[in-house]
């Protein structure tokens, strides 16, 4: 049978890029696959163990495995910038930038160097094209069939040339039928957990994670609605907006949630679940980006997620502004608001 294609999958030694390489070879693909090693500062290698795992698949598969090291642009593209948004008191999202500038940016700069048509990934997400009325062809990044377990908040950052040069095959399953997917071909790794966590760090708790990388200082806790301090913080970076923490108020018994950080007294600003500061309909956006590479007409009304399994909500898009139906509770400076209209993802921007 004549190859579809030469096609590198990125396999993380889990159970949805493993079954994606099936898939393609048995589509009819000409597959290799490919481990990628983008952070290693823990002790012992922390990525042997998935690597091993993607070994067994690949050997269980037949194909080739290349083990690929990114630490360096890793670091420059993605680390980097978290370490310095988390400094200014935001909260990024590094798996959106990972996306962008490492898995779909220098990912797809070496498998175009390697020779491969393609990259295909595990994400669940589709790619469908269409064609506009002047007959150019558009990539349209589709929410995936599982609505749990969607990536498209993940990868609204991704361009046209990007789009086109993807596979996102679990698109159209769920993971229940991954899972099953997975046993019918018998693959190594059809029963391993998921991992969450930090694009390719893990499962390890922000604050740890970040204590030995930036810069922080303690400062006061405020009250919003009074002024009184009634504790202190151990760095902003620390907190997000709409976190519980379990300050509490002298004799309070309502718990108290982050409503505010103040980066030039350094405070921490903590008040109750209806303070208006936590409540808005209305939030900027910086360095929109529309996926289609072309810029909508406003007002457009659309659907937003502030972040990932949100409900989509309604809104207008103005511009760099967005205007909700309903008020959202902590829109948080530094995170993705992300467009939709119907099932298309449009773009999205970082909040202000």
Not at 22 to 40: P, S
Not at 303 to 323: D, F, G, S
Request: aromatic content about 10%; some cysteine.
């Amino acid at each position: 049978m004549k190859s579809r294609g030469k096609i590198l999958v990125a396999m993380s030694g889990g159970v949805d890029s493993s079954v994606v390489a099936a898939l393609l070879v048995k589509q009819g693909y000409d597959v290799t696959g490919a481990f990628m090693i983008n952070y290693n500062e823990t002790d012992g290698d922390c990525w042997r163990g998935d690597y091993q795992d993607a070994v067994r698949v690949a050997a269980k598969l037949n194909i080739p495995l290349l083990r690929l090291d990114f630490t360096k642009e890793y670091k420059e593209k993605v680390l980097d910038y978290m370490y310095a948004e988390y400094e200014k008191g935001r909260t990024p999202n590094p798996d959106v930038l990972c996306n962008k500038f490492v898995k779909f940016g220098v990912w797809l700069d070496k498998i175009k160097e390697l020779g491969f048509d393609k990259i295909a990934t595990g994400h669940y997400a589709t790619i469908k094209q269409k064609f506009s009325k002047s007959k150019v062809k558009i990539y349209n990044l589709i929410r995936a069939k599982d609505e749990n377990k969607d990536q498209t908040y993940f990868l609204h950052q991704l361009n046209q040339e990007q789009l086109s040069q993807i596979l996102f095959p679990l698109g159209k399953y769920t993971k229940s039928e991954v899972r099953k997917l997975a046993k019918k071909f018998a693959l190594p790794t059809s029963t391993k957990e998921e991992s969450m966590g930090i694009c390719f760090i893990g499962e390890v708790p922000i604050k740890e994670f970040l204590e030995n990388k930036i810069k922080t200082k303690s400062g006061d806790i405020i009250l919003s609605t009074t002024g009184e301090k009634i504790g202190e913080h151990d760095g902003l970076a620390f907190y997000t907006l709409g976190q519980r923490h379990g300050f509490s108020q002298t004799g309070g018994t309502k718990p108290l949630f982050v409503v505010g950080k103040d980066q030039t007294t350094n405070q921490l600003l903590v008040g109750y679940e209806d303070d208006s500061r936590l409540w808005t309909k209305e939030i900027e956006v910086e360095d929109f980006h529309w996926i289609a590479g072309i810029k909508p007409k406003f007002p457009l009304p659309v659907k937003v997620r502030l972040r990932h399994r949100q409900e989509l909500q309604n809104c207008i898009v103005e511009n760099n502004k967005i205007i909700f139906k309903k008020s959202q509770r902590a829109a948080t400076p530094g995170q993705f608001a992300v467009i939709y209209k119907n099932r298309v993802c449009l773009g999205g921007g970082v909040i202000k």
